[in-house]
């Protein structure tokens, strides 16, 4: 049977520099068992299961406001986790009434881990036939430290796979920013005035914990993916560690700061919360709305105007709930297709922490000299030391993940190290403007290791 190939449209990719460069051709991708899916399936379910038990728990004890915000956080992220499935797999322009009656009751995710296995099984035994549908795909590569065009074939059923793979990563941060979160700092803040900790609660908190450092760590990979979309990225295990410790410190430090917070000034603290989680979220429609731009619609071809600003609300609100507890490794922007700023804004990351960790010190302090009921046998002052310090040395390991780890830091124009000097001194920009070098030169000079 011939085969049929299809080239995909680059938009990043200048067609003329595609063709003046050697292409090489790389080995197919071979199709991998579905980790992520199963372990995305697993938190989603273990989480969801754990905070019924709770709701229960909760009704049982006649606990209604506890049960009433246990069960809505658990609502709010199931039903984002749903529209967020049928969004990328474009569900509605498609006839499967099954997987929409799975997606009604709540269990989407789970028809779709059975539609990735079963994929992946046709896949695993058809491994030694060619497919009759293949693509071509061009990626950028850095293979010793040279710019190099590699090309392969992607067969239909692997790409398939691979959507299956984006969709649940993207999954994975609805229900890390907008349900774990939310439910881990709630649970916390439960414990913390109740004085006692069931089984049930450490359970669910346990889930929500590692779906939040999960959902983090998923983050920052897709950042680089999208800032870098020309080009194929791998991170060793060395560079996922890295950014696992970062993120782990920083949300945890995070959370139980806000906890303590919230326990030592009750209902005093919640315009405080709402306040912050406000500021982020009309900080992108307040430079999108002073820009002058007009609203992209060429998002979705088959979206409306109302259903483009339901798709950008959305995507707002994700952004606000991901840097309310940790940063989110992207700069959104209203305006552009895209949505995202892909340039490497060291400013906006060091703004982001900086008003953080002023945050996070007056919310400490707060604590340190008002909650002294909220822990009775405990040192305050030890305990407001060590969540600074766990998050200083948070943003330790960030700074160590892009100055050393990143898997493209030789593209940056500036590194860490570089801006932190600038900062100082306010010396290199003003050279670098004023003898501007080409980009080889630059990355030749530049000691980025």
């Not at 881990?184 to 346990?206: D, F, H, K, N, W």
């Not at 996070?360 to 407001?384: Q, T």
Request: hydrophobic residues 45%.
């Amino acid at each position: 049977m011939d085969r049929v190939y299809e080239i995909p449209e680059e938009p990043n990719v200048d067609p003329v520099s595609s063709l003046q460069e050697d292409v090489i051709r790389g080995t197919n991708p071979r199709f991998t068992f579905p980790f992520s899916i199963l372990f995305s399936t697993f938190l989603y379910c273990g989480e969801a299961a754990s905070a019924l038990y709770m709701v229960r728990i909760y009704r049982k004890n006649s606990e209604t406001y506890w049960m009433t915000y246990t069960f809505s956080f658990f609502m709010f992220s199931s039903i984002m986790v749903q529209l967020t499935l049928i969004f990328v797999h474009r569900d509605l322009a498609k006839d499967k009434p099954l997987s929409l009656f799975m997606h009604l009751i709540l269990l989407g995710p789970v028809i779709r881990c059975l539609e990735a296995m079963i994929k992946y099984l046709t896949l695993w035994k058809k491994e030694e036939q060619e497919e009759p549908y293949v693509s071509l795909t061009r990626k950028k590569m850095l293979i010793d430290g040279e710019e190099v065009l590699i090309e392969w074939e992607v067969g239909h059923s692997i790409r398939t796979l691979a959507m299956h793979r984006n969709a649940y990563k993207r999954m994975s941060q609805i229900q890390a920013f907008l349900g774990s979160v939310p439910q881990l700092t709630y649970q916390l803040y439960v414990s913390l005035i109740s004085a006692e900790v069931p089984l049930g609660r450490v359970v669910l908190m346990v889930f929500s914990l590692v779906s939040v450092t999960y959902g983090a760590t998923l983050c920052n990979m897709l950042a680089i993916q999208i800032k870098y979309d020309d080009y194929k990225i791998r991170l060793g295990p060395l560079e996922v560690l890295c950014i696992t410790i970062w993120r782990t410190l920083e949300i945890t430090s995070r959370l139980l700061i806000l906890v303590l917070f919230s326990a030592t000034l009750k209902l005093k603290a919640v315009p405080f919360l709402v306040l912050n989680f406000l500021i982020i979220l009309f900080e992108p429609w307040i430079k999108f709305w002073r820009s002058g731009a007009q609203m992209p619609n060429n998002i979705e071809k088959n979206f409306s105007r109302v259903g483009t600003l339901v798709v950008l609300i959305s995507v707002t609100i994700l952004y606000a709930g991901i840097n309310f507890s940790c940063w989110s490794a992207l700069q959104l922007r209203l305006a552009d297709r895209d949505l995202v700023d892909k340039g490497q804004n060291w400013g906006h990351m060091g703004l982001h922490y900086s008003v953080r960790l002023v945050e996070n010190v007056i919310m400490v302090l707060v604590f340190k000299f008002f909650g002294a009921k909220v822990l009775l046998n405990y040192c305050h002052s030890l305990i407001a030391l060590q969540l600074i310090i766990a998050y200083l040395i948070s943003i330790g390991f960030m700074l160590l993940f892009f100055q050393y780890l990143h898997p493209l830091r030789s593209l940056f124009a500036h590194n860490v190290v570089d801006y932190l000097h600038c900062v100082c001194c306010h010396r290199h920009p003003r050279t670098r403007v004023e003898n501007p070098e080409p980009p080889f030169e630059t990355e030749a000079r530049q000691s980025v290791v």
